[in-house]
Each structure stands twice: as structure tokens, then as C-alpha cells.
């Protein structure tokens, strides 16, 4: 399923990556385009469709307050996590503050997950110092467990965690995905350039439109 899920949003980014070159050339010949920095909206959504076969899922892990964080307790709410490491100086911040960014401009906040990708540097005093840092304390729940409580979610998203290599990090893959009002994962944001604090904002506000069905389906526990 990870395979497929992550194949799946790859497809659509590229797509994506593809039509912004095909505007930015139509500029260039003076066509009439929105512009080549402008966010692509297809099927409904500026982000990558996620799937329809990926089920709900549940999990629960504790955030940075010693709180066990449950996914199904939001059921009927749209939820937003982030797979990040709080020792991260590149990518990390820059998805949290477009999905902060993307928070503020909603009537309403949401529930913001951090998915941590590396366990073993994600200790108490780097979590408080990172949302500290990025002014997302009281925004973002941080979620942190042992590596084999994890595993299996990281797994399910088709994550590839932080790890170290030859005394030198790896990159680990840089995801923000938006579950539905069901718990399932609808949009995913698989790279830096498809994160667009307007376009995220939109596609929440789309989520958040859609009528909750009178039967909610069956979890997946992670």
C-alpha cells in the first residue's frame, strides 16, 4: 500500500511540475496564464490525491505534553500532519511555517500533528526548542514514540526516516498530508515546491465543505 500511495502522489507532482513548465513557457510567448508560480488545481485539489483505496486509519502517540494524541478523537474534523525531526535545519522548518502559515489564514484552526522521523534526537528539550523556534508551541502537536511504535506508520505513509549514513544524515522524505472529516489521508504535499500556504488553506477549506457521512468508515490501526 505505502509503494502504491507514494507512487501515486510522485505521479501527480510531477504532473504538476510538468503543467507549471507548460505555463511558464506560455508565458514567455505571451499567452494569457495565471502565471508559472501560480498553484495548479486539479481534481478539486492544489495538492496530490492520495488514493481512494487508502483506508481510514487510527493511531495514538504522545505529543510534547505527555498527552496521548488519538486521530479517530477528530473524527468529523479535518487533521494535518507533518513527518519532521526537530534537529532538522532545512526542510523541517520551512513545511512547518507553510503549514502554520496556512492554519492562520483559516477562520478556525485545525488539528496539526508533527510525525517525528527521527526518535533517538527528538528529546523533550529539541522539541520544545524547534516549535519555540518556529513559533508553532501552541499550533503543532509534536508526536514522538519509540522507533517500533513508529515503524508502522511510517510504513503505511511510505516514509523514509531520518537516519545516519556514513556518519552523515540522509534525507529523509518530506511529506504533509490532510486527512478528511473520515480519518482517511486525502492530499498528500510530497516536496517543497507543491507546499503553498494559500493552495494548503484551500484544500483544507474544501475538506472542511464536505458533508460528514452518516457512517463513518472502518479504522486501520497503525
Known amino acids: 500500500m505505502a509503494p502504491r500511495l507514494r507512487l501515486a502522489l510522485t505521479v501527480a507532482v510531477v504532473c504538476a511540475a510538468a503543467i507549471v513548465a507548460i505555463v511558464a513557457i506560455a508565458a514567455r510567448s505571451g499567452l494569457t496564464t495565471t502565471g508559472a ?14 488514493p481512494a483505496a487508502f483506508p481510514a486509519v ?37 513545511v512547518v ?26 528529546t523533550p528539550a529539541n522539541v520544545q526548542a524547534f516549535l519555540i523556534k518556529e513559533q508553532v508551541y501552541s499550533q503543532l502537536d509534536y508526536l514522538v514514540a519509540k522507533r517500533s511504535v513508529l515503524e508502522p506508520i ?13 556518519s552523515s544524515k540522509s534525507d529523509h522524505t518530506v511529506d504533509l498530508v490532510l486527512f478528511d472529516k473520515t480519518g482517511r489521508a486525502r492530499v498528500g504535499y510530497q516536496d517543497l515546491s ?28 497503525l
Open 194 to 221: 507543491t507546499m503553498d500556504p494559500d493552495a494548503i488553506a484551500a484544500d483544507i477549506r474544501t475538506l472542511q465543505a464536505e458533508p460528514l457521512p452518516k457512517t463513518l468508515p472502518r479504522r486501520v490501526d
Open 37 to 50: 508560480s501560480a498553484p495548479i488545481k486539479q481534481h478539486g485539489f492544489y495538492g496530490a490525491l492520495v
Open 154 to 166: 511510517w510504513k503505511k505513509f511510505g516514509i523514509e526516516p531520518q537516519q545516519k549514513i556514513n
Open 97 to 122: 511555517e507553510q503549514l502554520s502559515q496556512a492554519i492562520n489564514e483559516l477562520p478556525h484552526p485545525i488539528q496539526a500533528l508533527a510525525i517525528s522521523v527521527d526518535p533517538k534526537q527528538d
Open 58 to 94: 487510527d493511531f495514538a502517540l504522545p505529543d510534547q505534553h505527555h498527552k496521548i494524541i488519538r486521530l479517530s478523537a477528530y473524527a468529523g474534523q479535518v487533521v494535518a500532519a507533518v513527518f519532521i525531526y526537530s534537529t532538522c535545519q532545512n526542510t523541517c522548518p520551512i
